[in-house]
């Protein structure tokens, strides 16, 4: 009943930029938090950044000044402005979602992940 649906991966050189996109949809009552999280081969799925409604965005260190997390409230949106890209940041990277929705019965509220989109950056 619910779906996050992730756009904007790619290909950069080291040093550009990408913005990630991913919309929620479905019977959504209401949307808690928000974030990024990335995985690259051989690691485990680490937190890139998250933001609460209404709250403060944190982030990991390693993407400090240069990645900056935003939401669109009235669109379900959550974005992920990706500057100074480094090799190091190759991972693909899912969009995360704690939320509430309407299953056709009653209330539900679960966390929600989206299918990941690729992102590479070359040296």
């Known amino acids: 009943q619910v779906q996050l649906v992730e756009s904007g991966g790619g290909l950069v050189q080291a040093g550009g930029s990408l913005r990630l996109s991913c919309a929620a949809s479905?019977?959504?009552?209401?949307?808690?938090?928000m974030g990024w999280y990335r995985q690259a081969p051989g690691n485990q799925r680490e937190l890139v950044a998250i933001?609460?409604?209404?709250?403060?965005?944190n982030y990991a260190d390693s993407v400090k000044g240069r990645f900056t997390i935003s939401r669109d409230n009235a669109k379900n949106t959550v974005y992920l402005q990706m500057n100074s890209l480094k090799p190091e940041d190759t991972a693909v990277y899912y969009c995360?979602?704690?939320?509430?929705?309407?299953?056709?019965?009653?209330?539900?509220?679960?966390?929600?992940w989206g299918q990941g989109t690729q992102v590479t950056v070359s040296s």
């Open positions: 995360n979602s704690d939320l509430a929705y309407y299953d056709g019965t009653r209330r539900r509220s679960t966390v929600h």
């Open positions: 479905g019977n959504i009552i209401s949307i808690f938090t």
């Open positions: 933001i609460p409604s209404g709250g403060s965005a």
